[in-house]
């Protein structure tokens, strides 16, 4: 059988919220841009979907815009399941995400009050996948880049390039590289519901 996760990266920039908001709640209702949406409908066209059994979508709404087309496409429905969430941030304080993902990118322990490491979110995901093997469907899950990223460092050789950006390595193929992508798939194979290869697509 076979998992499929997939993020789609491309959310709607230029939002301004004039409430105190909190960045997670913020995160949860973020939508798709234009392209996002795009996206999503191709992501939908693929041919490698039209075996899907189970569509799975995080609570957040990037995630559940991009698993419409295909449940659409399918005539599925979509189990809605907050464990395939994004990293929660939790309290910035001083710091700005991009300082609090460059220490989680190497520190895969740190985590901010409130908040969760990509060693807390990689075990989140590992445990609930673990539950969907035993269904023996192939599933598509709809979820995010960090908690993709999490879920890797489980599986993954650890390394930085030149410029100490982290890469991942799978059976000596990079599979991750911290480049900013439109979206990201990856093709988890199970046999006797042993995980037995990770692909990038």
Do not use: W
């Amino acid at each position: 059988m076979k998992i499929y996760l997939v993020s789609n990266n491309m959310l709607l920039e230029g939002l301004d919220y004039d409430f105190d908001a909190n960045l997670d709640n913020i995160r949860l209702t973020r939508p798709l841009s234009v392209e996002g949406e795009i996206n999503a409908q191709k992501i939908s066209s693929l041919s490698l979907f039209d075996s899907i059994e189970d569509i799975i979508s995080s609570f957040q709404s990037s995630a559940l815009s991009s698993a419409k087309y295909l449940a659409a496409k399918l005539e599925l429905k979509i189990f809605m399941n907050d464990k395939f969430n994004d990293c929660k941030v939790g309290n910035l304080g001083s710091k700005n995400m991009k300082m609090v993902k460059g220490l989680q990118d190497h520190e895969f322990t740190y985590k901010l009050s409130n908040g969760e490491s990509l060693i807390d979110v990689g075990n989140r995901l590992d445990k609930e996948i673990n539950k969907i093997v035993l269904n023996n469907k192939n599933t598509i899950i709809f979820t995010h880049k960090r908690a993709i990223l999490g879920f890797l460092l489980k599986y993954a050789k650890v390394g930085y390039n030149l410029d100490d950006n982290l890469i991942l390595e799978y059976n000596d193929k990079i599979i991750y590289d911290d480049s900013d992508t439109e979206y990201d798939i990856y093709e988890l194979n199970f046999i006797n519901k042993e995980l037995k290869s990770i692909v990038r697509l």
